[in-house]
């Protein structure tokens, strides 16, 4: 499988990197477009005055009809890319899995097993990564 890659943040919904001891993943979610219109991407709304998108909204909203859906209930919908160098085995792949993130240790993570030695991976998010180290 090849995975088509950003070419900017503003087409994600969700991007993330990150290196463990022995593998790496790299996770990116591509924003959908609006399912009434069809014409945009779903997005987080903007601020009216500044112009940037307010990132602690808890809904989307499409650009061109207003069409508006519940945070959870569009991220649920949606596809998450990963591209990934597995910490037991070393078997480099790309994998495609639901944006469903299950609880791992506290945080919320996207979990999906190796397709070679089936080592359960956590992509958790960034800044809980972070405070890992
Ligand atoms: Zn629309
Ligand atoms: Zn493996």
Redesign the pocket.
């Known amino acids: 499988m090849v995975l088509k890659f950003p070419d900017s943040m503003d087409e994600c919904v969700y991007f993330t990197r990150r290196v463990m001891d022995n593998g790496k993943t790299i996770a990116w979610v591509f924003k959908e ?8 991407l ?1 997005s987080k709304p903007k601020d009216a005055k500044t112009g940037k998108a307010k990132i602690r909204a808890i809904e989307y909203v ?6 508006t859906v519940e945070k959870k209930e569009y991220e649920d919908t949606l596809t998450c890319n990963i591209q990934y160098t597995c910490p037991s085995c070393q078997h480099k792949s790309e994998v495609q899995v639901p944006f469903i993130r299950k609880s791992y240790k506290g945080a919320k993570a996207v979990i999906f097993p190796c397709e070679k030695c089936e080592t359960k991976i956590a992509v958790t998010k960034k800044m809980k990564a972070l405070k890992e180290k």
């Open positions: 477009e609006c399912p009434k219109c069809k014409k945009a779903m499409c650009p061109a009809c207003n069409y």
